[in-house]
């Protein structure tokens, strides 16, 4: 696979990103500048964590508006494989690629810890190697980290197989 990894101006994990793919499961992978305005000749593009453009609107609310963005959607759109890890996600969001919005946490503060979370979907190329009920432990670190969407997209989640995680204790317990 052809891996590229979107760099922001305030991304701090692409890097890292970078490092995964090409040391760790050795696949082909390159940086992608976020004012590259060409179609993207990749298997999957991952939008990294991190700041972009410092956060200062809203996670990810100016990034959506840079000049990959339209490509990105297009590659989407033509089934093209898009991860989006934090801070990418949330661009993902702004974007309108995925439905509702990150909010921010309950008690306003930045939290950086471990998450449990539950595999509820397995059939996704991001999630094919755990097993339905799996429990995950995974770092977070967010100040806006609350997906929200409203009932009726929710129900259509549910009703269409697309929530792919859920939070839970370290015993899978959902609450």
Known sequence: ???????????????????????????????????????????????????????YLRAGAIA???????????????????????????????????????????NLKFICRDQYVKVMNNNTPFTNLYSIGEVINLPIAHKEGNYYVDSDTLSDMIKNDQIILKYCDDKGTID
């Open 1 to 55: 696979m052809r891996f590229g990894v979107v760099v922001f101006p305030g991304s701090n994990c692409d890097s890292d990103c970078y490092h995964v793919i090409k040391d760790v499961i050795e696949e082909d992978v390159e940086y992608i500048w976020h004012e590259f305005d060409q179609k993207l000749q990749y298997d999957c593009i991952i939008l990294p964590g991190g700041f972009s453009y410092g956060d």
């Open 64 to 106: 959506r508006f840079s000049k990959i963005m339209p490509r990105i959607i297009e590659f989407a759109q033509n089934n093209g494989l898009v991860i989006g890890i934090c801070n990418g996600f949330q661009i993902l969001t702004e974007s309108h690629l995925l439905p509702g919005a990150l909010i921010r946490n309950k």
